[in-house]
RNA sequence: GGAGAGAUGGCAGAGUGGCCGAAUGCGGCAGCUUGCUAAGCUGUUGAGUCGUUUAGACGGCUCCGAGGGUUCAAAUCCCUCUCUCUCCGCCA
C-alpha cells in the first residue's frame, strides 16, 4: 500500500509505475476520484457530528419544556448524520479497495520488460558442466538410485506430488540445515513460524488480493496455507511500533511452502521444478524507513544466498528482474537462477525483493525513530535462502557422474554422517 | 469440547449514562535542590487523522479488545465475535 496523501501528489509517478509494471493504469484514477469524493463526505460528517456533539452536551441541562424542542431538532440531524455516515462507510471501503491496487514505483535501475525474458543478467558465477557421458535428468538419476518416487507421490496426493527415499531425503534435510546454519552463523535469529496464517498476513504481505487462486485455504477455518514462510515471518510484528534499537531485525525460517500452482497445466510438469508442497529457508529483514540502507541490505541478502550456492559448488546466474515481471509491491528483485542441465537452462531457484514500506504499511508495522519523533514504517525484504526439492535438481544433475552416481558436496558431507557420494 | 473470570493510556489500576480522553500510582521528560553513592520537591506527559499556521501553536473528528445496537448523549446499558486467564475433558 501506499502512502495516500503521496499519491495524492504524486499521481504521475504511480501512473507510471503502473504502465512501467504492466497493472492497470485505470486503478490510479479511481483511487484518486474516490479518495476526494470520500474526504468530502467525511468533512461533512465531521461538521455535523460536530454541532451534534455540541448541542447534545447542552441538553442535559435544559428545562423540561425547552428539552422536548430541542430533542426533536436532535432526532433529525441525527437521522441526517446516519445516511451520510453510511455513504461516508462505503465510500471508505472503496478507497481501500482501489488503494490495495496501486503499484510500489520500480527502482530506477528496474529493466524495462513484459515478462521473465527480458530479465537482465547481471552476474554468472561458476562453470557450466560439461559431462563425457550421457547425463540424466534427475528424475531418471532418482529412479535409477530408487532415491525420488513421482509415481508413488501422484498417487498419495495427485499430480505435482512426489516422495524423496533415503538419500535424497537427507541429502535435502542436509541441504536445509546447513542453509540455516550458514544464516544463524551471519547473525540471523532462526525462527519457527505458523503456515496456516489469517487472511490479514495474506493481504499485509501483498498476496491477497489477487493471490488467492495460488492458495490453499482452509475455508472452515478462513485461514490460508503459505507459500512462504515470508508471511509470517514479515507479519510477526503487524500492529506494533518497534523501538529503535530493534532494528533491524534479521530473521530466517524453515518452513514447508503449498503453491497450488493454479494456471500452471502443461509447465514444467516433469520432475521437482514445480510442486505443491516443498520446503523453503527464508531470510526476512525488517529496518528502518531508509531507501539507501535497504538497498545494502538487499544486496547483502542477495549475498548471503550466491555465497551459500557457490559453497555447494552450483553454477548459477542473477538476473535484475524486469518491471513486467515485477511484483505490485516489490521495489526491485532479483533473481537466482541455478545451473540445470536437464533444462539446458538456468533455472530460478531464488527471489530476492525489496519492498520498502509496501508491506508494513498494510501490516500497519512502524517504528520509534532514533531520538523519539512519530513512528514511520519499517522497510522490509525478504529472500530464499534454499528451497527444495528445487535445489536437489541442481545438486543432482551438476554433480553427476559417469558412473551413475552422484558426488555429494564437501560442505553438506557433515549432514549426513560424512557420506561422499550417493549411489555407491 | 464443557464451566467460570476478564480485556481501560508505556505499565499497574480506578471509573455503571452527560462534570471522562479518562482519577491515582509507577515509569518517561523538564526544572529546582542537595551532594557520600542516591534521594527529595515542583511541573509536565496517550495515540491517530484532517484542517489553519512562517515558527511555535491552534481547532475539528476518531480511539477505553473488535463489530453492531439502545439513547439527544455510552468506557459505562444490550447483542455478537475475538483474545487472555482459571478449572474440567481430550491430545502430539
Aim: contains cysteine.
Amino acid at each position: 500500500m501506499l502512502d495516500s496523501r503521496w499519491v495524492r501528489e504524486n499521481a504521475d509517478v504511480v501512473r507510471d509505475a503502473a504502465v512501467r509494471k504492466r497493472l492497470d493504469v485505470g486503478v490510479v484514477d479511481s483511487f484518486l476520484e474516490r479518495d476526494q469524493l470520500h474526504r468530502d463526505v467525511l468533512l461533512r460528517v465531521e461538521n455535523l457530528r460536530a454541532d451534534l456533539k455540541t448541542s447534545s452536551k447542552k441538553l442535559g441541562k435544559l428545562e423540561p419544556e425547552e428539552r422536548e424542542i430541542a430533542l426533536a431538532a436532535q432526532r433529525a440531524s441525527k437521522a441526517e448524520l446516519k445516511e451520510l455516515e453510511k455513504e461516508e462507510q462505503g465510500l471508505r471501503a472503496e478507497v481501500r479497495s482501489f488503494a490495495m491496487l496501486l503499484p510500489q514505483p520500480p527502482a530506477d535501475d528496474v529493466p524495462d520488460g513484459k515478462d521473465d525474458l527480458e530479465n537482465a543478467e547481471v552476474a554468472i558465477v561458476g562453470k557450466v558442466p560439461e559431462f563425457d557421458f550421457e547425463a540424466l535428468s534427475h528424475y531418471d538419476l532418482g529412479e535409477k538410485l530408487g532415491i525420488i518416487d513421482i509415481k508413488r507421490g501422484v498417487k498419495l496426493s495427485g499430480s505435482r506430488n512426489y516422495l524423496l527415499l533415503g538419500d535424497a531425503a537427507r541429502l535435502e534435510r542436509a541441504a536445509l540445515q546447513f542453509a540455516l546454519d550458514h544464516m544463524i552463523q551471519r547473525g540471523f535469529e532462526m525462527v519457527s513460524v505458523p503456515t496456516l496464517v489469517k487472511r490479514e498476513c495474506m493481504e499485509g504481505t501483498g498476496y491477497f488480493p489477487g493471490g488467492e487462486e495460488q492458495a490453499y485455504l482452509a475455508e472452515r477455518d478462513d485461514l490460508a496455507l503459505v507459500g512462504t514462510s515470508e508471511v509470517p515471518l514479515t507479519s510477526i510484528h503487524s500492529g506494533e511500533t518497534l523501538d529503535f534499537d530493534k532494528l533491524p531485525l534479521r530473521r530466517v525460517a524453515l518452513s514447508p511452502c503449498y503453491r497450488r500452482e493454479a494456471g500452471t497445466y502443461g509447465k514444467d510438469t516433469k520432475g521437482l521444478y514445480r510442486v505443491h508442497q516443498f520446503w523453503k529457508v527464508e531470510q526476512v529483514v525488517l529496518g528502518p524507513a531508509d531507501d539507501a540502507w535497504s538497498l545494502e541490505e538487499h544486496k547483502a541478502m542477495l549475498k548471503h544466498s550466491t555465497d551459500l550456492m557457490e559453497a555447494m559448488e552450483l553454477p548459477f546466474r542473477v538476473v535484475n528482474v524486469c518491471t513486467g515481471d515485477l511484483g505490485q509491491g516489490q521495489v526491485q528483485k532479483w533473481d537466482i537462477e541455478t545451473w540445470m542441465p536437464s533444462r539446458n537452462a538456468y533455472g530460478e531457484t531464488h527471489s530476492a525483493s525489496r519492498f520498502h514500506d509496501f508491506q508494513t504499511r498494510r501490516l500497519n508495522l512502524r517504528y520509534r525513530p532514533e531520538g523519539g519523533g512519530k513512528p514511520q514504517f519499517c522497510h522490509s525484504l525478504n529472500n530464499t535462502v534454499i528451497a527444495s526439492p528445487r535445489v536437489l535438481i541442481a545438486l543432482l544433475e551438476n554433480h553427476q557422474q559417469a558412473d551413475g552416481t552422484v558426488r555429494i558436496p564437501e560442505v553438506l558431507r557433515p549432514y549426513m554422517g560424512g557420506q561422499e557420494v550417493i549411489g555407491d
